[in-house]
């Protein structure tokens, strides 16, 4: 009996992206058993070696050295998310070890590391902004305005929206950045509404997605606006979904994976199976759209390098993912040089039709129209923003 | 893009705000300011409280309000219970209690969120009611319902607080105990069991204060770091143990907020409420209604 | 023991902790005990530095995280600026958390216990937001930093920030030492306990707490201006996480006040729990199990660690809120 | 109105500290005993285990009612004050931070106290006018004197039938001092008050006082049972009578 | 040995000194001189003023009209420790300990602040001190578990310990027997003549007799007497506001 081949991680599972990595987490066990079933890597079982970083990144550079130097793990995942991700990419880049990212947000941008692969569908950095203005131009929308989270992801979305809006010549008529822990949204949403905007890009974290748009129902929006959303982190989850209910209507917000007959690849709905039942267990997000999949896909990529390359050999995994394109469940994945997708496919969708208090629901298509990138579309931009919501 | 209206708009809603930050506060004002107990777990109380209403809402679909009081007394006896294990274990012993307490109550804090955590998982919840999400027109402004409610409840709060507290027996004592326990003795009241109670009161408070932050905004286990800093501003910007203080400092800490986030832009707003809090304390190092 | 044999034997201890330290960097090639013994180090510091104002002199400071997070930026702001080396970084940051700390200083002047700490909380809140909003330095959204190359003898940057920290420590535990020797902690023992009667008593009372604000503050921004090198990032939220402050005041209290090596060995055992549990038990039970360390300990040992070693430190325990 | 204090081979003490040895004294309804004895012999100690603060190593500490017997060593505090002792300690142990109405309002807690408020609060403001007159000043900025008079004030409010005072003289003027003596003197007379006072001002405490103890080191080294008989007594001449002019 | 014109020169002068507490006037315009190496009783009813005025002459309180001159240097705005560097000490009417520290160690900070010497010399000087006061046997003792007479003695030996040229006492007496009254008197009047300078505020009226030079005697914030004790007893306002007698 040959010794496992491990592999490391930290995930959050606790602090504010507990939520995430849990989730997260749960896709990649589901991989490991589906791997470990099939009889595992190269005759070997896959065993998982992971601590909890607590969202944070001052623990992740210890954990990172302990699991290459004590565990002698044979392979890395990243943490879900940017920064706990941050601090270890000078480390990975130092010690010539393969990465496999988790939803982080441009941190190779300024490292270069050439042994990096993100799972998440990101794809260059202003793809984000740019689809969503798309969609705005082609509603007629002149003006934005830019209501975004202190809070690096939310930043880093900012600032390319700030980009690509200059570009187009699109003036932002309202800019505002709101600190975490903002309990009220009533006075920024008043203010917002005065500057009477036609689109409204917003780029928020969880606990403030809900409020923002409770104070949108309450407060009013302003028939000026054709489309509403864009960078609405929390959107995604069960828990968030489920208590807004039919606020949701209307807001075109990104996301990963949707059950739209667009997205169903090979083995996707057989993980959607699985996870569904061992959620409910683990009291993990029940629907898992958002980051599940791409935890099971990032096992996906590593077991067809290390089948194909024959080894555990680093250099060699990262080659072979750099040079061919990935069959996965979220469908097929090719990198560029910087480790980033070649071509987004984060989605743009539409909330429709959502009834209060029903997780349900989410389930069926049609819930969320795919409006974005034209292959996976399944529907078209309902505009302004208060038709939509009905 | 000032506009009177605007401004009008930002006080009205910052009073609310504020009527809300004052309930979420009062009951400290009675367990730190008057006890003396340095109740950093109190936000965690508060989170806890959240949950039971989320619960009975979710499973019963009881109307959070009514959710809320319904675990009222259910709080109070545990109010009773954590204030008994802080003084057997550690009150009785300690005379420099304060420090300890806080490091003793951070503890107690951890334990709760993780408590929660183990049980609802670690997304956020919230509740429905009917007036959550719909607003009052009032002229050209909309005032959500959710912060009317939270208005109305803080005010009885504090009114009928303040009146316990200044009119009746136990109230002077509870306001005494702290002072010099062993002179309270010598009036016939047992402190610990005066403070037992107050502190119950304290925390019985929480269950409708839990209430309305559910109410307010969706809850998730860690929330209650955030309103640490949050609601000992308010105490202390009150000066510990005035009632009516609290309702003050809070309402100047919502309108202030309230004014910085339309007018000027919310990215400074933290450091300006708090900067407030350091003025005050400079003027008046006692709070504004403290002695 | 007299006085001055206890002194030798106190530098005999530094001396040989120092040498043992680097003995270990040159011959030690796994790099997980240096990630790790480097935050216990900084806990050491920071837990030392903690006690020098919250400990002597009953000033409870919740602002520990704002010097810390004072510490990283001064150290990214100049780095980003000139690329100083890590010692000018560290320097820097001492300097400007000692400024800080003379800030806080006046603050004593007005506001006695709680009122002190909420103030320093508040202060915290205040100065992070100002750094969410300095974008030179990254602002919300953190900046990553690329260590420059590591300088002889040691052979990885963080070894030698293994090193460094240790001389931290050691610094901080010195500088704890000395005053708590010398008339200076008597003072701060004394104003304590009543200020007015220290100051009637010929007590400097505000000149020992501008003393006891700016080493201490100093010394925890000292301590914290190598993260930004050691975690090769900056983020706000990491460097002013409140959990900097619970940790402190954790440590200086488990360890207990009354004596320099009371927050030593608290930041010890609280350190090395934390870095156990967090490549142990891996879930929130780790949370869990520091909330009941630490409720067991406030408990079980009102007088801290050196409380249950050595009675007669009754005396000088802990201060007011 | 039958109210007795027996106490019998009374020990207590703080851990180490012994300051009370085998105390044997008694106080009869209606009487004045004066307790004297210079500092750090054990007066407060003696006081704080009447009330139940400190408890006592070994003795008897017996209250009769109206012929019920109390043992006060099984009681709490709280529960001796319900009997209507009350106990006015050294040190003032005032509320600093409540006014002096509310102090005086705290000092009617007790149940039996409570209805007859209005009648008590006449009475303490009727003996020291200046808390009339400061009635909403903080009790932690009055004047040593002052605090005082709030402390003795605050004591009455619980309508007491044994009335324990450590020092009532301390801090108080000349006047004041003769005066308070003299209204603890009037007390007793109209309302049956029975009353047990350490008091180091002699010549004042006599001329209420029916009886005294001298307590020496924790031990009662003298029970006289006339003030005549105190007066003549060596300790009491050497402690209290001689040196000054 | 001081000359003769230096003698002469007041160690204190207290200049139309008006302190008020928000509508209260506590002192109004206080003008006095103390001359070096007197001793100066202090009198009047309870909330006259004393303790306002010391607390202006030692700098816990700003007054707001008047100065304070000592040893011909204007003390007005200086804070209270360097007042005791320059040799004024006080003790506390309502005790206030170093709670957290041993009855020697309190002395010690003093010694060490005020009048700093070899660690080794000051303890002596701080024993010797307590052995005066008769508080040796509790030089060890945590001084929260001090009697409140104890604690006043404590107060006044570690104004001693500051080695001050003029010594303030607070009522320091109170509380205690006659003859021990004496002793601390005869301690006070050696202090005296070591050249020391002190005010005594109390109201043992054999005491201040009996101690000082001169008396002063203050009524709603006035001076309302001021000469050798005799005098001052004699005055019919003394006697209507004071001493009742
Ligand atoms: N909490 C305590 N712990 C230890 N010893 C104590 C405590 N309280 C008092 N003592 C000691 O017990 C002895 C008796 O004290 P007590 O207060 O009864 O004396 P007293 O006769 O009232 O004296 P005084 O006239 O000074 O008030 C003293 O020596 C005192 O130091
Ligand atoms: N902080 C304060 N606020 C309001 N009034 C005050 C304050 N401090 C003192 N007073 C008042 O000032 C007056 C003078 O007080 P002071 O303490 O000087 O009296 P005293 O002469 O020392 O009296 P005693 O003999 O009773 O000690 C008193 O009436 C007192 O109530
Ligand atoms: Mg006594
Ligand atoms: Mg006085």
């Known amino acids: 009996q040959q010794p496992p081949i491990k592999i490391g991680m930290s995930m959050p599972q606790t602090g504010g992206l507990a939520g995430g990595g849990k989730a997260s987490l749960l896709g990649i066990e589901i991989w490991r058993d589906d791997v470990n079933a099939k009889g595992g890597l190269l005759g070997r079982k896959v065993e998982l070696v992971v601590y909890d ?198 807001v075109v917000n990104y996301n990963t994976w949707l059950p739209e007959k667009s997205m169903y690849f090979d083995g996707t709905k057989e993980f959607f199976d699985k996870y569904t039942k061992r959620a409910i267990e683990a009291k993990v997000d029940p629907l898992g759209y958002y980051l599940a999949p791409f935890g099971y896909a990032m096992g996906q990529m590593i077991e067809a390098a290390v089948n194909s390359t024959k080894s555990l050999d680093q250099k060699g995994i990262a080659k072979y993912l750099r040079e061919n394109e990935h069959k996965t469940i979220v469908g097929p994945i090719a990198f560029s040089a910087d480790g980033e997708r070649k071509e987004t496919a984060t989605l743009q969708a539409q909330f429709r039709g959502v009834k209060d208090k029903d997780i349900e629901q989410f389930r069926s298509s049609g819930k969320q129209v795919i409006l974005f990138p034209d292959k996976l579309k399944t529907g078209e931009l309902i505009t302004p923003f208060e038709a939509a919501r009905n | ?167 009746t027996f136990m109230g002077r004592a509870i306001r005494a105990v702290a002072q010099d326990e062993e002179a309270l003795r010598l009036m016939g009241a047992n402190p610990v069991r005066i403070k037992q109670f107050a502190f119950g009161i304290a925390t019985a408070v929480l269950g409708i204060a839990g209430a309305l932050l559910i109410i307010v905004a969706p809850v998730e286990p860690t929330l209650d770091r955030a309103y640490i800093g949050r609601t000992f501003c308010v105490v202390v910007m009150a000066g510990l143990g005035s009632i009516s203080g609290t309702l003050i400092a809070a309402i100047i800490l919502g309108v202030a907020e309230s004014i910085v986030l339309t007018l000027f832009g919310a990215s400074w707003a ?18 504004l209604l403290g002695r | 023991m007299n006085k001055r044999s206890h002194s030798i034997a106190f530098w005999a201890g530094v001396a040989v902790f120092l040498i043992a330290v680097l003995t270990m960097t040159q011959i030690v090639r796994n790099e997980y005990p240096f990630f790790a013994g480097y935050v216990i180090l900084q806990f050491i510091a920071l837990a030392v530095a903690w006690s020098i104002l919250g400990g002597y002199a009953g000033y409870v400071n919740f602002g520990t995280n704002a010097f810390f997070g004072v510490g990283v930026y001064t150290a990214v702001a100049l780095f980003k600026a000139t690329g100083a080396p890590l010692m000018l970084q560290i320097a820097a940051g001492a300097v400007v958390g000692m400024t800080l700390g003379f800030g806080v200083g006046l603050l004593t002047l007005r506001m006695r216990g709680i009122f002190f700490s909420i103030a320093t909380i508040a202060l915290a809140i205040i100065i992070e937001t100002f750094v969410m909003n ?157 909330g009941i360390m630490l409720v067991l300990f406030v408990v079980g040992a009102p007088k801290g660690i050196i409380g249950l070693l050595r009675p007669r430190y009754r005396l000088r325990a802990g201060g007011k809120p | ?177 003769s005066q308070t003596i003299a209204k603890i003197g009037e007390l007793k007379q109209r309302v049956g008050l029975t009353v047990l006072m350490a008091e180091q001002n002699f010549n004042q405490a006599i001329r209420i006082a029916d009886r005294g103890y001298i307590i020496v080191h924790g031990e009662i080294a003298v029970a006289a049972q006339s003030v005549d008989e105190l007066k003549a007594n060596d300790i009491v001449k050497r402690l209290y009578l001689g040196g000054v002019a | 040995m001081t000359t003769v014109a230096a003698a002469d020169t007041p160690l204190l002068q207290v200049g139309t000194l008006t302190k008020t507490f928000g509508g209260f006037t506590a002192l109004d315009n206080i003008s006095v001189d103390i001359k070096k190496g007197e001793r100066f009783g202090l009198i009047g009813p309870n909330g006259s003023g004393k303790t306002t005025l010391i607390n202006c002459i030692s700098g816990a309180l700003r007054p707001q009209v008047g100065s304070v001159v000592f040893c011909g240097e204007d003390i007005t705005q200086l804070p209270p420790h360097l007042r005791a560097r320059r040799g004024i000490a006080r003790s506390f009417q309502i005790p206030r300990p170093f709670r957290s520290m041993t009855v020697l160690e309190n002395l010690m900070v003093g010694l060490d602040f005020a009048a700093a010497g070899s660690a080794a010399a000051e303890e002596e000087i701080a024993m010797s001190i307590l052995t005066r006061m008769g508080l040796a046997a509790k030089a060890g003792a945590p001084s929260d578990t001090l009697s409140q007479v104890e604690l006043r003695k404590m107060e006044l030996a570690r104004a001693m310990a500051v080695r001050p040229k003029l010594l303030i006492s607070d009522e320091a007496m109170a509380g205690l027997s006659s003859s021990e009254v004496d002793e601390v008197l005869d301690l006070l009047i050696s202090l005296g003549e070591e050249d020391i300078t002190i005010i005594m505020i109390e109201h043992i009226m054999q005491a201040v007799m009996r101690f000082s030079e001169r008396v002063m005697c203050l009524d709603a914030g006035k001076i309302i007497a001021l000469g050798v004790p005799a005098e001052v007893m004699a005055n019919k306002r003394v006697q209507e506001a004071y001493l009742g007698t």
């Open chain 2, 1 to 167: 893009m000032f506009s009177m209206d605007l401004l009008l708009g930002a006080v009205l809603l910052g009073v609310l705000l504020g009527c809300f930050y004052a309930a979420v506060s009062v009951g400290l004002s009675v367990s730190f300011g008057l006890l003396d107990v340095p109740h950093v777990a109190h936000p965690a109380f508060l989170v806890m409280a959240s949950y039971g209403v989320y619960q009975l809402n979710e499973s019963y679909d009881i109307d959070p309000l009514l959710a809320g009081l319904a675990i009222t007394p259910l709080f109070f006896l545990f109010g009773l219970l954590a204030y008994r294990v802080y003084h057997e274990t550690f009150e009785k012993r300690g005379s420099d209690a304060a420090v300890r307490g806080i490091a003793f109550f951070f503890g107690i804090a951890f334990i709760i969120e993780v408590l929660i955590i183990l049980q609802f998982g670690v997304d956020q919840r919230s509740v429905s009611a009917t007036y959550i999400g719909k607003a009052w027109r009032f002229g050209e402004m909309r005032i959500p319902i959710r912060q009317l409610v939270a208005f109305a409840v803080a005010l009885a709060l504090t009114v009928l607080l303040a009146v316990y507290l200044s009119k």
């Open chain 2, 270 to 287: 933290p450091a300006i409420s708090f900067a407030m809090l350091l003025g005050v304390l400079a003027v008046r190092p006692q709070g």
């Open chain 4, 1 to 177: 109105m039958a109210l007795s204090l027996a106490i019998e081979g009374l020990d207590a003490g703080y851990g180490a500290v012994k300051a009370l040895r085998g105390v044997t004294l008694h106080v009869e309804a209606g009487e004045t005993v004066a307790l004297l004895g210079t500092n750090g012999n054990g007066k407060s100690t003696l006081m704080k285990c009447i009330m139940g603060l400190v408890r006592p190593d070994s003795g008897r500490l017996a209250l009769s009612i109206d012929g019920v017997t109390h043992d006060l060593a099984r009681l709490s505090p709280e529960a001796i004050v319900d009997l209507g002792v009350a106990l006015v300690p050294e040190g003032r142990r005032l509320f600093p931070k409540l006014t002096v109405t509310e102090n005086l309002m705290l000092g009617a807690f007790r149940k039996m106290a409570r209805s007859a408020i209005q009648q008590n609060l006449a009475l303490v403001f009727d003996t020291f006018p200046v808390l009339k007159e400061r009635r909403d000043q903080l009790a932690g900025t009055m004047s040593g004197g002052q605090q005082q008079m709030l402390a003795i004030a605050r004591a009455l409010m619980s309508s007491p039938r044994l009335l324990l005072i450590d020092e009532p003289s301390v801090g108080l003027s000349p006047l004041l001092v």
């Open chain 3, 134 to 290: 300095w974008r030179f330095v990254g602002g919300a959204a953190g900046i990553q930093i690329q260590r420059p190359p590591v300088m002889a003898p040691f052979d990885s940057y963080v070894k030698m920030l293994f090193f460094v920290q240790a001389l931290l420590a050691v610094t901080a535990v010195s500088i704890a030492r000395y005053i708590q020797n010398s008339r200076i902690g008597r003072g701060l023992q004394a104003l304590r306990d009543d200020e007015l009667a220290a100051e009637c008593t010929g007590v400097p009372t505000l000149k020992l707490k501008l003393v006891a604000c700016m080493i201490s503050g100093g010394l925890i921004s000292a301590a914290g201006a190598p993260a930004a090198m050691y975690l090769q990032y900056a983020d706000p939220s990491s460097a002013f996480n409140l959990s900097y402050s619970v940790s402190a005041l954790a440590m200086a209290l488990i360890g207990g006040t009354a004596h320099w090596i009371g927050p030593v060995l608290g930041a010890i055992l609280l350190g090395s729990t934390q870095q156990l549990l967090a490549v142990t038990i891996s879930s929130e039970v780790n949370v869990l199990v520091l």
């Open chain 1, 53 to 250: 970083d607590k969202s944070s990144a001052s623990e992740t550079p210890a954990i990172y050295a302990k699991l290459v130097d004590v565990d002698k793990v044979d392979l890395l995942f990243a943490p879900y998310a940017t920064v706990p991700t941050a601090p270890i990419m000078p480390f990975v880049k130092q010690r010539g070890l393969l990465l496999m990212g988790n939803f982080s947000f441009q941190v190779n941008s300024k490292v270069g590391h050439d042994m990096w692969f993100n799972n998440a569908p990101w794809g260059p950095a202003d793809s984000w902004a740019a689809s969503f203005l798309d969609l705005a131009q082609k509603a007629g929308g002149k003006n934005m305005a830019l209501l975004t989270a202190d809070q690096e992801f939310a930043q880093n979305l900012a600032v390319t929206a700030r980009d690509v809006a200059k570009k187009r010549n699109i003036p932002i008529v309202f800019d505002q950045v709101y600190p975490p822990n903002t309990v009220e949204f009533s006075s920024i949403i008043r203010a917002l509404k005065a500057a009477k905007p036609d689109i409204v890009y917003v780029a928020s974290y969880p606990p403030d997605s809900a409020g923002i748009l409770r104070a949108v129902n309450e407060i009013g929006i302003g028939d000026s606006v054709k489309i509403f959303g864009g960078g609405m982190v929390g959107l995604q989850f069960a828990a968030v979904m489920s208590n807004l209910g039919s606020l949701l209507n209307g």
